[in-house]
Nanobody, 121 residues
Framework: QVQLVESGGGLVQAGGSLRLSCVASGSILRINAMGWYRQAPGKERELVAT???????NYADSVKGRFIISRDNAKNTVHLQMNGLKPEDTAVYYC???????????????WGQGTRVTVSP
């Protein structure tokens, strides 16, 4: 069984910072990529940032220059440092992983349960 568990959400004032973390656990052979998505009320889930096993990153235009994604391969952990937060960043943030697990040789996608980020004006 594979789990992605997020932490670090909360309430912050505009201009503030938060750091999200996600730990992947279970029968993981390899993590190809991890990332963060978010879903605001009444909106579709959208990409925030991703990072590959080699460290290549991709960011949504709306967060470039403010958010930084990083990864600790040894700990199967991904972080999202969010700076300069804006009210429009308010959403539930979901950790996402593209994994290879023992006994299954196809890449599978996994999601965390989500962590809420609220940015007040």
């Amino acid at each position: 069984q594979v789990q992605l568990v997020e932490s670090g959400g909360g309430l912050v004032q505009a201009g503030g910072s938060l750091r999200l973390s996600c730990v992947a656990s279970g029968s993981i052979l390899r993590i190809n990529a991890m990332g963060w998505y978010r879903q605001a009320p009444g909106k579709e889930r959208e990409l925030v940032a991703t990072i590959t096993s080699s460290g290549s990153t991709n960011y949504a235009d709306s967060v470039k220059g403010r958010f930084i994604i990083s990864r600790d391969n040894a700990k199967n952990t991904v972080h999202l440092q969010m700076n300069g937060l804006k009210p429009e960043d308010t959403a539930v943030y979901y950790c996402h992983g593209r994994l290879i697990i023992w006994g299954v040789f196809n890449e599978l996608e996994y999601w965390g349960q989500g962590t809420r980020v609220t940015v007040s004006p």
